[in-house]
C-alpha cells in the first residue's frame, strides 16, 4: 500500500498542480487525504479568482476527486483543531493530517506549518514542489505514466508531457527541470 500525502487546499487550487498530484495518486504512487474544509477552501478559492467556473462545475469536479478515492475524505478531527500549536487558521489543516496518520502534508504554505511544530506530532511538512521531487526520485517511470496520462486526456488544446511540465514550473518548478533532465525533454521555449 502506497504512503498517504494529506493535500493542503493551496496545492488542490491550481488546475495543473491538482490534476498532477492526482494522476499521480491515481498511479499509486502515494494515497492522497484532504478534508471537507480544506475541499471548502479550494472551491471559495476557485469561485474568486475563476469567474468562469461555475458552482455546478466545482460539485461535478469534487465528486470526481470523490469517486476516484473514495477513502481520502478525512474526518474525526474538529476536536484536535483548537489544540495544534500553529497559527489559528491553519489548525484545521495540521489536525486532520495528524487524525489522518498521513506520511507527509503538502502545502505551498511551508512557513504556516513549522516543523518544531508539526515533527513532534508525527507529520512531516514538504511544498509540492518538494513532494513531486521526492515522487519522481522513488518512481519516476510511473510519475512519467502518470504525467502522460494526464496530458493524453486534454483536448482542448491537447497537450503533451513537456505541456504538462510547462504548466508545472510555476507551482512545482525543481520538479519541472528534474522531470524534464531525467526523462529528456527538452526546456519550454527552445
Not at 34 to 60: C, F, G, P, Q, Y
Not at 111 to 132: H, I, W
Given at each position: 500500500?502506497a504512503?498517504?500525502?494529506f493535500?493542503?487546499?493551496d496545492v488542490l487550487?491550481?488546475?495543473g498542480?491538482?490534476?498532477?498530484?492526482?494522476?499521480?495518486?491515481h498511479?499509486g504512487?502515494y494515497?492522497?487525504r484532504?478534508?471537507?474544509?480544506?475541499?471548502?477552501?479550494?472551491r471559495?478559492?476557485?469561485?474568486e479568482?475563476?469567474?468562469?467556473v461555475?458552482k455546478e462545475?466545482?460539485?461535478e469536479?469534487?465528486?470526481?476527486?470523490h469517486?476516484?478515492f473514495p477513502?481520502?475524505?478525512v474526518?474525526?478531527?474538529?476536536?484536535?483543531?483548537?489544540a495544534?500549536?500553529?497559527?489559528?487558521?491553519?489548525r484545521?489543516?495540521?489536525?486532520?493530517?495528524v487524525?489522518?496518520?498521513?506520511?507527509v502534508?503538502v502545502t505551498?504554505?511551508?512557513?504556516?506549518f513549522?516543523?518544531?511544530?508539526c515533527?513532534?506530532?508525527g507529520?512531516e511538512?514538504?511544498?509540492?514542489?518538494e513532494f513531486?521531487?521526492h515522487?519522481?526520485?522513488l518512481?519516476?517511470?510511473?510519475?512519467?505514466?502518470?504525467?502522460s496520462?494526464?496530458?493524453?486526456?486534454?483536448?482542448?488544446?491537447?497537450m503533451?508531457v513537456?505541456?504538462?511540465?510547462?504548466?508545472l514550473?510555476?507551482?512545482?518548478?525543481?520538479f519541472?527541470?528534474?522531470?524534464?533532465?531525467?526523462?529528456?525533454?527538452?526546456?519550454s521555449g527552445t
Amino acid at each position: 500500500m502506497a504512503f498517504s500525502a494529506f493535500l493542503d487546499a493551496d496545492v488542490l487550487f491550481p488546475v495543473g498542480l491538482r490534476d498532477s498530484l492526482l494522476w499521480i495518486a491515481h498511479f499509486g504512487v502515494y494515497s492522497p487525504r484532504w478534508s471537507a474544509d480544506v475541499l471548502d477552501e479550494m472551491r471559495r478559492n476557485i469561485l474568486e479568482t475563476h469567474k468562469h467556473v461555475t458552482k455546478e462545475d466545482l460539485e461535478e469536479m469534487v465528486r470526481d476527486m470523490h469517486t476516484a478515492f473514495p477513502e481520502a475524505e478525512v474526518t474525526g478531527y474538529q476536536g484536535l483543531i483548537g489544540a495544534m500549536p500553529i497559527n489559528e487558521h491553519d489548525r484545521h489543516v495540521l489536525a486532520a493530517a495528524v487524525v489522518a496518520k498521513v506520511g507527509v502534508l503538502v502545502t505551498n504554505n511551508v512557513k504556516d506549518f513549522p516543523s518544531e511544530a508539526c515533527e513532534p506530532l508525527g507529520v512531516e511538512v514538504q511544498s509540492a514542489d518538494e513532494f513531486l521531487l521526492h515522487g519522481l526520485s522513488l518512481e519516476g517511470f510511473v510519475v512519467h505514466e502518470a504525467l502522460s496520462r494526464q496530458a493524453s486526456i486534454k483536448r482542448k488544446p491537447a497537450m503533451s508531457v513537456a505541456d504538462v511540465l510547462t504548466h508545472l514550473e510555476k507551482t512545482a518548478p525543481n520538479f519541472a527541470k528534474e522531470a524534464r533532465s531525467a526523462w529528456e525533454i527538452p526546456p519550454s521555449g527552445t
